[in-house]
């Protein structure tokens, strides 16, 4: 039996991307989001209600997400999130500068002089 990967942390920055990615797929409550997120990554990132709320609440002050209470197929009311149009735009710069991040630890992590050794 393979013991499951350790959680990762977050690095400064990275829950706002998540959330903004998240969303690009349409309107989410917050528990929704936060699943999302743990499933994506294969249970990699877990967002505590803590971490994830305080966030949500950022990212609406600086209107890149727009918050309305709705109903839900089970009739429960609830906060949905939807990306505004400044936040698709914040969300490719964001994604931009860590697809550049990512190439970058992988050079330094694995040189390509060093390949094969």
Not at 51 to 75: D, F, M, N, Q, V
């Amino acid at each position: 039996m393979s013991k499951p990967p350790a959680r990762v942390e977050f690095l400064q920055g990275t829950l706002d991307v998540l959330i903004l990615r998240t969303l690009q797929a349409g309107p989410s409550h917050g528990h929704a989001i936060a699943k999302h997120i743990q499933s994506t990554s294969q249970d990699l990132l877990q967002v505590e209600t803590g971490t994830l709320y305080p966030a949500l609440h950022r990212l609406e002050a600086k209107g890149w997400i727009a918050a309305s209470w709705e109903h839900s197929e089970k009739g429960k009311r609830g906060r949905y999130y939807r990306l505004s149009p400044s936040g698709r735009k914040q969300l490719a710069v964001e994604q931009s500068k860590w697809e550049a991040f990512a190439r970058a630890m992988g050079l330094v992590l694995r040189p390509l002089d060093q390949e094969g050794q």
